[in-house]
C-alpha cells in the first residue's frame, strides 16, 4: 500500500520516498506483527535498512508529523516515536 500525501510541507518538498531504501524491500518487513521475540529480530532488519538511507530523517519527520503510529520509520519502532513525537510537537509549535 503506497501512502498518497497532498499536504505541501517543507520536509515534502523534494518529495524523500523516491529516496527512500525501502522502496526495494518488501514492506513487510517494516510492518511486524508485535514487539516481542521473533518481532524484535524483524525490528532491527528495518531499521538497518533505514540507518543506510539517505531519506531517513525526512521520512522520520514525515512519520512523527501524520503520526503514523504502526511500523518501523526512519530507524524508529513504535515505541520510540510515540516518545519523540512530544518534543517533535512542542519544536514545531516554538518555531511557528
Same mark, same amino acid.
Given at each position: ?18 529516496? %527512500? ?17 521473533? %518481532?524484535?529480530? +524483524?525490528?532491527?532488519?528495518? *531499521? %538497518?535498512?533505514?540507518? +543506510? ?14 503520526? +503514523? ?13 510515540? *516518545?519523540?513525537? *512530544? ?10
Amino acid at each position: 500500500m503506497a501512502l498518497i500525501w497532498n499536504r505541501p510541507y517543507e520536509w515534502d518538498v523534494d518529495d524523500w520516498r523516491r529516496r %527512500a531504501s525501502c522502496r526495494d524491500t518488501d514492506p513487510d518487513l517494516f510492518f511486524p506483527v508485535g514487539t516481542t521475540g521473533s %518481532a524484535l529480530d +524483524q525490528i532491527e532488519a528495518a *531499521k %538497518a535498512v533505514c540507518r +543506510q538511507c539517505e531519506a531517513r530523517d525526512d521520512c522520520l519527520e514525515f512519520a512523527l508529523a501524520t503520526n +503514523q503510529e504502526a511500523g518501523v520509520w526512519g530507524a524508529t519502532s513504535e515505541e520510540e516515536r510515540r *516518545k519523540l513525537r *512530544k518534543a517533535w510537537l512542542a519544536r514545531r509549535r516554538r518555531a511557528s
